[in-house]
């Protein structure tokens, strides 16, 4: 079946505590990206990526490290967590956007609670 | 800067036909989205418009003018299942993406 997996789904933590959130992707896409989203906010582009070990800065970046290592894997870092990361994640991903080829496909979600 | 607005809720009754307003202003514009999203869900891809006009997909069309900054979703014969957050977003000329605080649509029996 295609689709994205995150993992863990659901994490409580603590500030400070370091911590990664796997995206996965089995459709061979080369576009991949992270969301968070938060009530009034919507969704907020934190990084993506057009490719491997091709990286992007989106709005809201800060406190944030991604990389892109394979093409089917982009893990989300939070290095020193702090309360205001308090949020859900997505992740998603899509072809190589062309004009016509431009749908993306999001993962579950991780609802993040940093304590 | 980027900024997009949509009404935050909406209401209508199962049957009718609905219009969600999009407006945007953005420093690069390479096509318009449209995504659903139900509550505890992750959204899904509805529509796409990169030139002016009307696409149709079956109950639902969006609409857009670039020299206006507006798009609008149309949903058509309302079924309940339709009660969900759409969701509009723009993507810049870097293949990034900007979206709007989505739209929460109620639709009632």
């Known amino acids: 079946e295609a689709q994205v997996t995150q993992n863990p789904r659901y994490l409580i933590t603590v500030t400070g505590k370091k911590l990664t959130v796997t995206c996965s992707q089995n459709?061979?896409?080369?576009?991949m990206s992270w969301y968070r989203q938060d009530p009034g906010l919507g969704l907020r582009q934190i990084y993506y990526s057009m490719n491997v070990e091709v990286t992007d800065k989106g709005d809201v970046p800060e406190g944030y490290k991604v990389s892109r290592k394979e093409k089917r894997n982009f893990p989300l870092i939070l290095e020193s967590p702090s309360p205001n990361q308090t949020s859900l994640y997505f992740c998603?991903?899509?072809?190589?956007?062309?004009?016509?080829?431009?749908?993306?496909?999001f993962g579950p979600g991780t609802r993040l609670t940093v304590l | 800067g980027q900024n997009i607005d949509q009404p935050t809720e909406m209401t209508a009754t199962e049957g009718a036909i609905v219009q969600i307003n999009c407006t945007y202003q953005?420093?690069?514009?390479?096509?318009l989205f449209w995504y659903q999203q139900h509550a505890g869900e992750a959204p899904t891809f509805l529509s796409y418009?990169?030139?002016?006009g009307l696409e149709e997909k079956g109950r639902f069309s969006s609409f857009l003018s670039r020299s206006k900054g507006y798009s609008y979703l149309l949903l058509k014969e309302l079924q309940m299942k339709d009660s969900a957050s759409y969701l509009c977003a723009v993507r810049g000329y870097g293949q990034n993406f900007v979206f709007g605080p989505g739209t929460r649509l109620s639709v009632l029996p």
């Open positions: 953005t420093s690069g514009f390479n096509g």
């Open positions: 459709m061979n896409h080369e576009y």
């Open positions: 418009n990169v030139l002016d």
């Open positions: 998603a991903s899509s072809p190589k956007p062309t004009r016509l080829i431009n749908e993306q496909f």
